[in-house]
């Protein structure tokens, strides 16, 4: 997937400048990526594939969020309180009515968040010093690909190709706009 606006380096800056910060939202957002894909699982039950993708999703995830928090304590850092995403906000403003089309941006929301984090998480590699903490980023950049790909061959599986290119399509332009207007901060969106 192709994202039509690259992150801005004023955001790697933001996070460089704040990293304590940087990974406590990193901890909520690998958190909230767990629920999200059990949330799948409890909103669609009667999708196999889907139920089964997503729990083995929800579990990488948690894993992540285990790493992150383990990064935390050595720190000495606790979690932070979680905050809504105005960016996750944005994105869901585009939910389209209905059973079919909402599920379906849903899905292609999803792929297209995990894009983003993955081009985040390897800007954050490439800007960190050799060490472990640089290998954790680049190695959470790879799963962020397999992690897209798992929602956008699920859209795949439950619509027609051409509907789904043609809202993914739409849904890459509202999300290069939602970047264009954000402020860079020490968060991972």
């Known amino acids: 997937m192709r994202l039509r606006v690259p992150t801005p380096p004023e955001w790697v800056a933001a996070v460089l400048a704040d ?3 940087f990974l406590r939202d990193h901890a909520s957002n690998e958190r909230k990526a767990s629920a999200s894909a059990l949330a799948f699982v409890a909103h669609y039950p009667d999708r196999s594939e889907l139920v089964e993708r997503c ?8 894993t992540h969020f285990r790493e992150v928090h383990a990064r935390l ?4 850092l ?4 979680d ?3 105005l960016y996750l906000q ?4 585009h939910f389209r009515e209905g059973s079919g089309a909402y599920f379906l941006d849903r899905l292609l929301t999803a792929g297209v968040v995990e894009a983003r984090g993955c081009e985040r998480f390897g800007i954050v590699a490439a800007a960190l010093p050799a060490g472990p903490l640089k290998d954790f980023y680049r190695d959470l950049a790879r799963s962020e690909v397999r992690h897209q790909e798992l929602y956008l061959d699920l859209a795949r599986v439950y619509f027609e190709r051409a509907s789904v290119e043609a809202r993914l399509d739409e849904i ?3 999300e290069a706009k939602v970047i264009s207007e954000l402020p860079a901060r020490a968060a991972l969106y």
């Open 55 to 62: 729990i083995a999703l929800a579990i990488e995830e948690l």
């Open 172 to 174: 890459l332009e509202a």
């Open 83 to 85: 905050t809504r995403s």
């Open 90 to 93: 944005r994105l869901a403003g």
């Open 78 to 81: 606790l979690l932070g309180p």
């Open 19 to 21: 990293f304590d910060a």
């Open 73 to 76: 304590s050595e720190r000495g």
